[in-house]
T-cell receptor, first 115, second 112 residues
């Protein structure tokens, strides 16, 4: 039990589909993150939200659209993805996203396969 | 910009062998340093962290790491590994406000 819950755990979608990944944290943190973990590549930071405001967009293609309605919930909306977008998408949270952010608490990830 | 380099991509050891995984970072200012571990089928979790003070930090399961500022290094060590230490290990640096940068990861396989 990590305190960060991601759904769905597995998702298969076609390139024309629209789907969403959901993340919820029960730790009272103020910052939430999306990371992409691909085989044989380092973890790639995608987006950072601090107190519901996006503070980082790491040059992510617009086919990935994040949404953070409150400090406890984070979504990643997916639209017209490419097969190379297949990866494990990790959500994380921390106390804050400014200055000393402390450690990250990760969810178990959503394994995405784009056909 | 900050970056992290892990020297070993895959390490194979026998049980009771000693472990040292290298990590070097690049950043001009004050950093926080972390080692995370991902056991097979499990989520990424914190192994240990360095913020300030004693450069030798101890984490869970007998792991420790030493911050050597002059070498920009934060190597992970364990004197005697166990089969259950088989996992992927990630070094991370947090210097730029609001984000952590991870290394490529090192896969550790411990043979029983």
């Amino acid at each position: 039990e990590t305190g960060v819950t991601q759904t769905p755990r597995h998702l298969v979608m076609g390139m024309t589909n629209k789907k969403s990944l959901k993340c919820e944290q029960h730790l009272g943190h103020n910052a939430m993150y999306w990371y992409k973990q691909s085989a044989k590549k380092p973890l790639e930071l995608m987006f950072v939200y601090n107190f519901k405001e996006q503070t980082e967009n790491n040059s992510v293609p617009s086919r990935f659209s994040p949404e953070c309605p409150n400090s406890s919930h984070l979504f990643l909306h997916l639209h017209t993805l490419q097969p190379e977008d297949s990866a494990l998408y990790l959500c994380a949270s921390s106390q804050s996203a400014r200055g000393n952010t402390g450690e990250l608490f990760f969810g178990e990830g959503s394994r995405l396969t784009v056909l | 910009a900050q970056s992290v380099s892990q020297h070993n991509h895959h390490v194979i050891l026998s049980e009771a062998a000693s472990l040292e995984l290298g990590c070097n970072y690049s950043y001009g200012g004050t950093v926080n340093l972390f080692w995370y571990v991902q056991y097979p089928g499990q989520h990424l979790q914190l192994l240990l962290k360095y913020f300030s003070g004693d450069p030798l930090v101890k984490g869970i399961k007998g792991f420790e790491a030493e911050f050597i500022k002059s070498k920009f290094s934060f190597n992970l060590r364990k004197p005697s590994v166990q089969w259950s230490d088989t996992a992927e290990y990630f070094c991370a640096v947090n210097g730029d406000a609001g984000k952590s940068t991870f290394g490529d990861g090192t896969t550790l396989t411990v043979k029983p």
